[in-house]
């Protein structure tokens, strides 16, 4: 994997990219990310608006939706590969429907819990 091309880590957690388009379940992932020390950039619930956070933003790590408002993350999931910046995906439906390029990648099954979420950070990051 590339060396990030721009990193937002200053030493006191992560700087997540939080793309999710149900308020309730992006609230929980911003306890659970704060309770972990790290700091949320969005929530973000539109693709177009994703894709250039992605593409501008020093972030650390992203949590993508598979679904977002009826639109799939995979463009910004394409964007983060480019620069270098992990990614887990999010979905109700299992690695099963994410296409066969996406399947190996870490994915948070909802729904999920904060040890899961905390474990899948790890694992992305080494």
Partial sequence: MP??????HRGDGLRVLLVEDENLVALLLEDMLAELGHSVVGPVARLKKAVEMAQSEAIDLAILDVNINGEEAY???EVLEARGIPFIFSTGYGKSSLPARYRDRPTLAKPFQQRTLQELIAEVLH
């Fill in 75 to 77: 463009p910004i999931a």
């Fill in 3 to 8: 060396a990030r091309e721009q990193s937002g």
